[in-house]
C-alpha cells in the first residue's frame, strides 16, 4: 500500500511571513492541528504545530495579558514558530515505510512531496493506522487467527489449504519472522454461515500452533503457549 492511497491531497498552508494569529484562525476554521509551510513554489520549508502557537499563547493569560498576546501574534510571522526541514515522505512509498519513519523521526505527521520537494498532500499517524487496518482486513467480518509456525516452505501454506478446503474466503493473511525458525501468523477469513466458520477451526483445534481465534466477543486463547514469547 502507498502513502498516495492514503494522503489527504487537500492540504490547508501557510507561508513564512504568515502571523502566528493568521495560521491559528486557520487551524480552528479547519479542525486541523499542523499546517505545512510552502515558498511562493509550493516547495515544503517547514511545518507549523498547534503546539508551537500555544508558546506564544499561553492559555492562562489574563486582561493585560491577552492584549499582549495578541499583538504578539500579530506581530510574529511562522517563520520563527515553524519546525525548519521538516520530516517528508514521497507518495511513492509505502504505508509501513511511512509507520517505520514516524517511529524513528518521532513525529505523527508527514508533508508529502513530489521529486522537486512539492507539497502533493499530507499524511498523518491516523491516514497510518486507518491504512493498517484496512490491510489487516480488521473492520471485516469473519474469524481472526494467529498461528505460530515453523519459518519454513509449506507450513503457511498448509493453514490456507484447509481454510480453502472448508469453503473459507481469505480477507488477509499477515506474517512477521521470528528469528530465524519461526514466524507469527495472522489470518482473517469468513464463511457463508457462523456454522461454516466452527467447522473450520474445528480442523485447528489440534494444530499445535494455533495460538488464539477471535470472532466478534467470542475467543479463544491457547495457554500456556510454551513459544509465545
Not at 492562562?60 to 511562522?78: F, K, M, Q, R, S
Request: aromatic share 6%.
Amino acid at each position: 500500500m502507498l502513502v498516495l492511497d492514503w494522503m489527504k491531497t487537500e492540504v490547508v498552508t501557510v507561508t513564512p511571513e504568515t502571523t502566528l494569529r493568521q495560521a491559528r484562525r486557520l487551524l480552528r476554521e479547519h479542525n486541523i492541528h499542523r499546517l505545512p509551510v510552502v515558498d511562493p513554489n509550493k516547495r515544503v520549508v517547514g511545518l507549523l504545530l498547534a503546539e508551537d502557537i500555544k508558546r506564544y499563547a499561553p492559555t492562562n493569560a489574563t486582561g493585560v495579558e491577552i492584549l499582549e498576546t495578541l499583538e504578539l501574534l500579530d506581530t510574529t510571522p511562522v517563520k520563527e514558530a515553524m519546525i525548519h526541514n521538516p520530516a517528508t515522505i514521497h507518495p511513492h512509498n509505502t504505508i509501513e515505510q511511512a509507520a517505520q519513519t514516524m517511529i524513528d523521526r518521532h513525529v505523527d505527521c508527514f508533508p508529502v512531496i513530489d521529486t522537486a520537494g512539492i507539497l502533493v498532500g499530507i499524511m498523518t499517524g491516523l491516514d497510518v493506522f486507518k491504512a493498517l487496518l484496512d490491510l489487516s482486513g480488521a473492520d471485516q467480518p469473519g474469524v481472526e487467527a494467529g498461528f505460530f509456525l515453523p519459518y519454513k516452505p509449506g507450513t503457511l501454506r498448509e493453514v490456507l489449504d484447509s481454510l480453502r478446503q472448508s469453503g473459507m474466503r481469505i480477507v488477509s493473511v499477515l506474517s512477521s519472522v521470528r528469528g530465524t525458525d519461526m514466524r507469527k501468523v495472522k489470518v482473517r477469513f469468513y464463511g457463508e454461515s457462523e456454522e461454516a466458520q466452527n467447522n473450520a477451526l474445528e480442523k485447528f483445534k489440534d494444530h499445535e500452533g494455533l495460538r488464539y481465534w477471535s470472532r466478534g466477543d467470542q475467543f479463544f486463547v491457547r495457554q500456556p503457549y510454551k513459544d509465545d514469547k
